[in-house]
């Protein structure tokens, strides 16, 4: 896990800190840090969290079990919100040194 959020940090840095420069309040530089483009695949923490949920998926579409198939759906969810939740972590660290207006 402190990998992949290390990974996830280091993916974010170049659209933060512009994110940072332009926003000349924390909600300003939040909002530019938290609409970064998340499909990006070549990110490394974005990559990890995509090749995760693409191997989530795929087991999905292979399961008939519809108890297994709500276990990996919940499974996926919790993916996906562990993605936000370190983006919104980041954003907020991001951009504490900001004033608030």
Do not use: H, W
Request: include cysteine; charged fraction near 40%; proline fraction near 2%.
């Amino acid at each position: 896990m402190k990998r992949l959020f290390l990974l996830f940090t280091v993916s974010l840095l170049s659209s933060a800190a512009s994110a940072q420069m332009e926003g000349n309040t924390k909600q300003e530089c939040t909002r530019r840090c938290l609409s970064a483009d998340l499909d990006d695949s070549k990110r490394f923490a974005l990559a990890a969290y995509n090749e995760k949920l693409k191997q989530i998926r795929a087991k999905k579409e292979a399961e008939t079990d519809p108890a297994k198939r709500k276990e990996l759906e919940e499974s996926e969810k919790d993916q996906l919100d562990r993605r936000d939740e370190d983006q919104e972590n980041f954003c907020r660290k991001i951009c504490a040194p900001l004033r608030d207006e």
